[in-house]
């Protein structure tokens, strides 16, 4: 069985709450309009309007994610959220691990894990972020850098059904600069093949795991992109924030 496309919009620290509802109501209205969508959409806001924006795509189909959660349960983490606490206002699924949370925060593989298997516990799916940065490809180490991120970033308990993988080059993201589709593919089938040694190839491991591709996805890229053989769906940011040019995206997964 084919895997579904997941087209998720990673809003990062943008939008007041005008914007993210208009940003949101936009979409639902795309989402209502459309019979039968080739596609799976998830929009991450950021905390902020996790409430509202998971009221505005109530019953539309459309998912609701948080960008980030803590990896314990509860307690005293000032200024953290907990995965029960985004599962609590609807979410379905959390990004973990994204090069600005590991670059800002220095989180580390290890974190990511226990952010990921925070989320397992709570519920959610989390979309876990690898990719590497612009000397680790020039120095040649790309493919070893995603699966050592990939070993050490894995929640235990993993499975096609409850986790997803973004492969985001770090010098790609908001920069407009791409690799080329056969870099893509080429660490796509590396993590797809990591996977399978790790889960097993069939559809309850790496066959039915979705890994998304994302830095610079626009609807200008997004078709050659998402035919790729082992790219299932995008994380978008900046895009993501256009209605237009995220549903021109999603339409692109047919
Ligand atoms: P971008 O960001 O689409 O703006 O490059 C992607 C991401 O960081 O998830």
């Known amino acids: 069985m084919a895997r579904r496309p997941l087209i998720a919009g990673n809003w990062k620290m943008n939008g007041l709450r005008g914007d993210g509802l208009a940003l949101a109501s936009a979409l639902v209205q795309r989402m209502k309009a459309e019979t039968g969508p080739a596609f799976d959409m998830v ?4 905390f902020t309007l996790v409430a509202g924006v998971g009221a505005a795509v109530a019953g539309s189909g459309i998912a609701l994610g948080g960008q980030d959660c803590h990896g314990a349960e509860k307690g005293a ?22 090069s600005e949370r590991r670059t800002d925060h220095a989180e580390t ?7 990921a298997e925070a989320a397992l516990a709570a519920g959610l799916t989390p979309i876990v972020c690898i990719g590497e940065t612009a000397s680790q490809r020039d120095a040649g180490d790309t493919m070893e850098v995603v699966k050592g991120q990939l070993a050490g970033s894995l929640p235990e308990g993993a499975s096609a059904a409850n986790t997803v993988i973004a492969y985001e080059p770090v010098w790609a993201i908001g920069t407009g600069r791409t690799p080329t ?10 993590i797809r093949g990591e996977l399978a040694a790790r889960l097993g190839g069939g559809e309850g491991g790496a066959g039915g795991l979705r890994i998304l591709y994302g830095g610079s996805v626009k609807p200008a890229n ?8 082992d790219i299932d769906g995008g994380l978008i940011g900046g ?8 549903w021109a995206i999603a339409e692109c997964c047919q």
């Open 222 to 229: 997004a078709g050659e992109l998402m035919a790729l053989p």
């Open 77 to 98: 983490h000032t200024g953290d959220i907990g995965a029960a606490m985004l599962a609590d206002l609807g979410c379905a699924f959390v990004i973990v691990g994204h």
């Open 181 to 190: 589709t056969g870099e893509v593919q080429e660490v796509h089938a590396l």
């Open 239 to 246: 895009a993501s924030l256009n209605a237009d040019d995220f």
């Open 109 to 115: 593989d290890a974190q990511v894990k226990v952010k």
């Open 43 to 46: 929009v991450c806001p950021p």
